[in-house]
């Protein structure tokens, strides 16, 4: 076998390769454009795509593709040959700087909110180069942003590259006022852990639920879930272990540092976690694993599940963001430093986080809200849908100190002075210690731990990046005009923790007790997609949002719409599938199965006068069950029906809320009693043992 450090990004024009095959006089100006944003010449382009198509021919690829991330939240491709005809009626390989800096895929048919007209619906990618290229089946994929003619959006990754940008614009300001002239950039970081779920394939093709809609609609729970604990970091199956180590390679192939692999809590449910990276190439990154993550489970005869909720009653699944923001010096901001004066600007840091997390609760709810993630957010396995953050007692302790202006620890005697005093060692363990909490500090960064499995870490970085830009603005705007710097940064850090410190909390987050202190503390709680959506119109984020240059106001009002879209639509076709599994699948099984066992009864009963009392009693209850799921069904389709009348999109969400989801739970309801007292052969789909303890 290949060594790993030999084929590790084999498959990804980066750094090396650029250097290898770019004149020194690109490859700079190249470079400067990667680390800098300075624009790029077309003349680069064309050295840079010549390059690019050379090496990925000599790889065997045919094709290029602009790769984008559209609203639907999966990636798109359209590909493209790189033939040319030549005048001898052959052909030659061709990719011009022009091709790769720009595409237009004709994507009339992506989500748009209403911001493109269908008469101008060709929105255009553009290349995004501090992603790198790579080959995928034989295709050179190009990361690129998406936008529209006009230049709006359409995409995940224009508003993130937005939004990194003001965050570094920001942060620049703030790091002068305490004499860092040597900083040219600020970028922040992000390591998402990836949770997933593995099922048989035969198993899968089984269920029209897993098929249409990633998650399962019926199930009664089996004689065993996860209250055993044992599957948690648990000993891996050979056949998952197999599908692990194949989906490692190829990963490993397009570059991406997968690093941690582990059995999850839920049977059947894993883990994978790279090593972090810039947020838009994590953020590329992940879209990619996920992709793979899914294709590599077929080879096994797998299928992964990256749903938020697959089956319920036992865990779902959810990604952690674990973020941070460094310097291109090499200096990790949310890091406590060694000297008073790296800790002073931690603090700062610190407390811009603080405020920022505060101040937009809603737009960090909003960011992870879909239809799949509200089933976990609250439910006793993922943090509640309150916002809150989780800072460790120490830390904690110093925070008081300084708001209190009284001494920190056991044996100081003098109050905490910034810019003077050192900040204790803290220990990680401390700090990394309670995983209830949606946004916990672990020493030096923050995990942001609500997204779910399946979403783009791109919205929750967007919104986050945003936020902490906007605090850290009003933070320079009133350093840059103090007297006394010192005395100036002790005032604000004091007001902000006193402000802002209802957002930190220690305890349990899956408390109950929890959940009414948080309101107590006025603390939002956004429970679903359609409470929280909404807010991103609110004045105060518009305002934030517009200011920074991260969305338009257009923009922001087509995102509500879109994503409301998505989880009107997404919940619709649950309900369309529950329908066709009752009507199709279950009622006629259940039906069956108590005809059989009646007619048992009445050759039992010709034959010999038997009591038959067993059979009698299915049947009752069955028959019983049977009209209760029929009419449950018939609501159901009644709730459908209605939900087509209703325009308005805001209206829309809050019927599926209020009327449609709570439809299902009941139609679900009485079909699980109903597998619990049905012959398993007479079941229509493979249960949740099978499911979840097949592979
Ligand atoms: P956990 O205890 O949550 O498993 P780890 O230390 O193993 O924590 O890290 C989890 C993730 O956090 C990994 O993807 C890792 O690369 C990432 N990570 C570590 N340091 C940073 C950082 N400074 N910024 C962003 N992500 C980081
Ligand atoms: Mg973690």
Redesign the pocket.
Known sequence: MEKVTEFFGSMVFDDRIMKATLSEKVYKSLKRTIDRGTPLDISVANAVAAAMKDWAVEKGATHYTHWFQPMTGVTAEKHDSFISPAPDGRVIMEFSGKELVKGEPDASSFPSGGLRATFEARGYTAWDPTSYAFIKDGTLYIPTAFCSYTGEALDKKVPLLRSMEALNRQALRVLKLFGNDAVRSVKT?????QEYFLVDRELWKKRKDLIMTGRTLFGALPPKGQEMEDHYFGSIKPRVAEYMADLDNELWKLGILA??KHNEVAPAQHEL????KTTNIAADHNQLTMEVMQKVALRHGLVCLLHEKPFAGVNGSGK?N???I?TDTGV?L??PGETPHENAQFLLFLAAVIKAVDDYQDLLRLSVATAGNDHRLGANEAPPAVISIFLGDELTAVLEAIENDTPYGGTAKEKMQLGVDVLPQFSKDTT?RNRTSPFAF?G??F?FRMLGSSNSISCANIHLNAAVAEVLKQFADELEGADDFNAALHELIKRTIKDHKRIIFNGNGYDEAWIAEAEKRGLLNLKTTADAMPKICDKKNVDMLTSHGIFTEAEIFSRRDIMLDNYIKQVNIEALTMIDMSRKEILPAIAKFAADTASDVSVKKSVASVECSYETRIIEKLSELVDELDLATTELEGAVNELKDIDVIVTASEFVRDTILPAMDKLRESADKAEALTAESYWPFPAYDKLLFGV
Not at 189 to 193: A, F, L, N, T, Y
């Open positions: 970081s992000v390591g998402p852990e690093k941690t976690a790279p090593i972090y952690h674990n973020w941070s460094s990790n949310l890091s990394d672990t030096n960064k995990e």
